[in-house]
C-alpha cells in the first residue's frame, strides 16, 4: 500500500501518511472499551493528522449516512468543535497536552516552519471536508453536540497512560472516556441526521486535553 500523494509505502491500516500527513482512507482499528491504547512513538505528520482526524470523523460520521480554573473536559469538547467548524488545526493542536508537539517536532526533525507549512494543509484539508457538509444539509447548516455519558479511566489502564506521558515528560493525573451525540440541523434549525461517538481526555495540570494515544488508534 502506498500514498496516493508522496508515494511513501504504507503499513496495512495506517490512517495518515507519516511522511506527508495525508489521510489514506484506511479505518482505524477498533478499540476495547474503557480501555486507552498503549502509545508509540510520535511522528509530528502523525500527530498533527490524529488531531485532525477528530476533526474529519466528527464531520464523516454525519456526511457518511476543575480547581483553580483550567479548561473542563466539556470546554475541551467544546473548543474541539469550534476549531473543526472554523477549520483551525492550531486551535484543534492547542487542545493537544504541552510537550507532545516538541516531542513529535524533535523526532521528526521537523522546524518552525515545516510545521507551519503541515498545519495549513491540514486546514485546507479540513475545509475541504466541511465544505462537503453543504451537499448534504445546505448553506448555512449548523452542528451540535452533546457529552451523554463519562467513564473515568482508572486503575492499570490510567498507571499505563501515565507511564506514556512520561516518556515525553508530560504528567497526567486523570482520563476519560466520553460519548459524544451530534447532530447536523439545515438552515431551518431541522435535525438532518445525527451520530454518536467517543473520545479520550486526559487531564495536564488544571486543564483537560485531548488524548493522542486514542486517536484512530495509530500511535
Known amino acids: 500500500m502506498f500514498c496516493g500523494k508522496c508515494g511513501a509505502k504504507l503499513e496495512e491500516g495506517v490512517t495518515f501518511c507519516p511522511q506527508c500527513g495525508t489521510p ?3 479505518a482505524p482499528a477498533a478499540e476495547t472499551a474503557g480501555t486507552a491504547p498503549a502509545a508509540k512513538k510520535p511522528n509530528l505528520p502523525v500527530l498533527i493528522g490524529a488531531v485532525v482526524l477528530v476533526a474529519v470523523i466528527v464531520v464523516s460520521l454525519l456526511f457518511a449516512v476543575g480547581p483553580l480554573g483550567g479548561r473542563s473536559a466539556e470546554k475541551t469538547i467544546d473548543q474541539l468543535f469550534e476549531s473543526v467548524l472554523n477549520a483551525d488545526t492550531r486551535g ?35 475545509e475541504s471536508s466541511l465544505s462537503m457538509m453543504e451537499a448534504l444539509a445546505g448553506e448555512d447548516w449548523t452542528m451540535t453536540h452533546e457529552i451523554v455519558s463519562t467513564e473515568n479511566i482508572t486503575g492499570e489502564d490510567l498507571a ?48 483537560w486535553c485531548l488524548d493522542v494515544n486514542s486517536m484512530g488508534n495509530i500511535f
Open 160 to 207: 499505563d497512560l501515565k507511564d506514556d506521558y512520561e516518556e515525553y515528560n508530560v504528567k497526567i493525573s486523570a482520563a476519560k472516556k466520553l460519548k459524544l451525540h451530534i447532530t447536523l440541523l439545515d438552515s431551518e434549525g431541522e435535525e438532518v441526521d445525527d451520530s454518536s461517538t467517543e473520545m479520550y481526555v486526559v487531564k495536564c495540570g488544571r486543564d
Open 24 to 26: 489514506t482512507g484506511a
Open 92 to 126: 484543534l493542536m492547542s487542545l493537544v497536552p504541552d510537550g507532545m508537539v516538541e516531542a513529535a517536532m524533535e523526532e521528526s526533525d521537523m522546524d518552525e516552519d515545516e510545521y507551519e507549512e503541515q498545519l495549513d494543509g491540514m486546514d485546507e484539508q479540513l
